[in-house]
């Protein structure tokens, strides 16, 4: 494989690793439009070589998340059984839609998780000196205690992400977020942290089925996988120098700029 090729996918897997752990997000949306746009990979390819990579970024940037006791880890596991069902149902249906379509569902998904997230941002997380969960700041060392609400619309919400992560290769990060932070009151830091556990469950579900299908290259994933764990590192560091609110705002602005490349990308400027 071309040297500069292999370069490409490291860059691309680094920079997806910081944005991924970083947000929650897992990286996908940097990864698959590169392999896609700048790599000539089909969309299926492409979902499946991002999904190996988001693994990778789960990996790097949860090691540091469950060390400072932000990964909220009962809620993960709890909304990941419906996520992980989500990602084995997409996965099953990206083999029978068009890219057009694929591509359709994920750019509605973003909108309206970025109309909400804007019209949200100055609200704040409820907090409460006798929350059954507490998670430290990094930024501050504050220790705060929260209490999760809205579990049965939240676990149900959560296999919408799964499918979305399968279809898309985003992880479902950018799904999740906004509704553990939105709906069920966890904290955006805690959101992102207990996100960035998440992705690499869900994506590892979507990722065995594309494998076992014969759509996963596999030296392309694993040069996007070195650069999404080593990027991931960086990433779930940097993020102790930002605030919650200001790491909400980023946010929104985040999935407004996904939003609109996905909707250019459908019209075929892209």
């Known amino acids: 494989m071309d040297p500069t090729f292999l370069l490409i996918l490291l860059l691309a897997g680094l920079a997806a690793g910081i944005l991924g752990s970083l947000f929650g997000i897992g ?28 693994i990778a970024t789960s990996v790097g940037g949860t090691v540091f998340y469950l060390d400072k006791g932000l990964t909220n880890i009962r809620i993960g596991l709890f909304l990941e059984i419906s996520t992980v069902i989500g990602a084995i149902i997409g996965a099953f249906i990206s083999t029978i839609m068009e890219e057009w379509a694929i591509l359709a569902v994920f750019t509605a998904v973003i909108v309206f998780s970025a109309i909400r997230m804007i019209l949200n941002r100055n609200s704040e997380t409820e907090m409460s ?14 220790v705060s205690r929260y209490d999760v609400k809205h579990r049965p619309l939240g676990f149900c919400l959560c296999s919408v992400a799964g499918v979305i992560s399968s279809l898309t290769g985003v992880g479902g990060g950018l799904v999740k977020v906004p509704i553990m932070n939105m709906l069920m009151n966890v904290p955006m830091k805690a959101a992102t942290a207990t996100s960035s556990y998440m992705i690499g469950i869900t994506a590892f579900s979507g990722a065995v089925i594309y494998f076992i299908n014969g759509h996963v290259d596999l030296e392309v994933a694993a040069m996007v996988a070195v650069g999404c764990f080593i990027g991931a ?26 939003a609109i490349v996905m909707i250019i990308r459908i019209g075929g400027m892209l």
Do not use: H, Q
């Open 129 to 142: 000196e006798e929350g059954e969960f507490e998670y430290t700041d990094p930024k501050t060392g504050k």
């Open 27 to 54: 990286g996908g949306m940097i990864i698959v439009p590169i392999l896609t746009v700048g790599c000539g990979l089909n969309a299926v390819e492409a979902a499946a070589a991002s999904l190996v990579g988001i």
């Open 233 to 258: 590192v960086v990433g779930s560091r940097v993020s102790k120098y930002i605030d919650g609110a200001s790491l909400k705002r980023y946010f929104s602005i985040l999935l407004l700029i996904i």
